[in-house]
């Protein structure tokens, strides 16, 4: 029997995939309150931040007894699911909304998701963030403050069209982390790899021999090609995101 405080979480994690069903519930009441101060962040509506706090609990149970997820770092992986879960159920939501007025969907009317907006913000800050210098300023130059390559090239000492690929690098970059936010994180060290260069095997930008791994990753590891094909749905429905931003910059 599992008694609450008795194991570290690294203990726990293996008793849940052992088929001790305690152990999970002893998880639960160790990271409850800190799941459900995330879910009150993430959804305005009570009954919605309890049935998020519900469903990822679930989702993380049910990826435990499968003999997936984490081994160690549990509230960390938790919290990543919780915030997947609540990004797709906004998207869903979203799309169910569409569908009595299919003539505003056909215009490309945004709708407003309140949800939606702040985890796509905070997935472009985060993505900003990991820009080179060189980049993030020619991005808050031409995204921001809205100058053009002959305004900003004496700023840095290039040419017009010098500034051009420069700016053309840094969306490109920025395009490629900002959906790499959306990767979930693997446990397995190949997973993790393709992982993290999906976004630049959707765009392109693998270096041949890397193209060759994923390729070959992707050819029997359904769980990846799953991660790919919620990143690729997003590559779709996406917009330039940092531009898209308010226009006081990136925040979170």
């Keep these: ?18 088929g001790d069903t305690a152990a999970y519930g002893t998880l639960y009441e160790r990271h409850r309150a800190a799941t459900r101060k995330l879910a009150y962040a993430l959804a305005s509506d009570p009954a919605d931040a309890d049935d998020l706090v519900a469903e990822t609990f679930a989702k993380v149970f049910a990826t435990l007894r499968a003999g997936r997820g984490p081994l160690v770092a549990f509230r960390a992986y938790l919290h990543t699911t919780m915030r997947h879960v609540s990004y797709h159920r906004a998207r869903r939501d979203r799309r169910l909304m569409f569908t009595d007025d299919l003539s505003r969907y056909d215009a490309g009317e945004p709708f407003p998701d309140p949800t939606l907006e702040r985890l796509e913000r905070t997935y472009a800050a985060r993505a900003f963030r990991q820009l080179p210098p060189r980049w993030r300023d020619i991005l808050w130059m031409t995204e921001i403050e809205g100058a053009g390559p002959a305004e900003i090239a004496p700023r840095l000492g290039l040419t017009p069209n010098a500034v051009a ?13 900002y959906l790499q936010q959306h990767v979930a994180t693997a446990v397995r060290p190949d997973c993790r790899w393709t992982g993290d260069h999906l976004g630049g095997h959707l765009r392109g930008r693998l270096a041949p021999r890397d193209a060759t791994r994923m ?7 359904a769980e990846c ?3 790919l094909a919620e990143v690729s749905e997003v590559d779709a429905i996406s917009h330039r995101p940092y531009r898209q931003r308010n226009r006081s910059g990136p925040t979170g």
């Design 165 to 177: 690929v420069l700016a053309h690098r840094a969306r490109e970059g920025l395009r490629r982390l």
């Design 225 to 227: 090609r799953a991660r």
């Design 1 to 18: 029997m599992t008694i609450p405080g008795s194991d570290t979480d690294t203990d726990l994690l293996a008793a849940v995939r052992a």
């Design 215 to 221: 390729r070959t990753h992707l050819g029997w590891c």
